[in-house]
């Protein structure tokens, strides 16, 4: 189970820090990534973490704003959002997805049920 927070709303330019808590599983044996949906569009990629925390892959449109994390102890994997757009607001979910160089096509073993992003202009 993965389970998603810290999600709201944020003016444009602001920031916000989304944390999956996840449980029922080996954490530590899988890879994560985040992923987000807004209105009208399809499912994209934003960012993967491998399952030791030293390889990240960035979609190019968060790279340098975004920043992914994990913490084996806790078994939670981080997103932290700076300078978020107005175009950014979406539904964002986390998945146990493997992390390689065609990470936003490979299929997920685990979904979250999302956390709503709403980013005001």
């Known amino acids: 189970q993965l389970v998603e927070s810290g999600g709201g709303l944020v003016q444009s330019g602001g920031s916000l820090r989304l944390s999956c808590k996840t449980e029922?599983?080996?954490?530590?044996?899988?890879?994560f990534g985040w992923f987000r949906q807004a209105p009208g569009k399809e499912r994209e990629g934003v960012s993967c973490?491998?399952?030791?925390?030293?390889?990240?892959y960035y979609a190019n449109f968060v790279t340098g704003r975004f920043t992914i994390s994990r913490d084996n102890a806790e078994n939670a994997i981080d997103l932290q959002m700076d300078s978020l757009q107005p175009e950014e607001t979406a539904i964002y979910y986390c998945a146990a997805v493997l992390c390689d160089g065609d990470w936003y096509h490979n299929t997920a073993d685990f979904w979250g049920q999302g956390t709503q992003v709403i980013v005001s202009s």
């Open positions: 973490i491998n399952n030791s925390g030293r390889s990240t």
């Open positions: 029922g599983f080996p954490f530590r044996a899988y890879d």
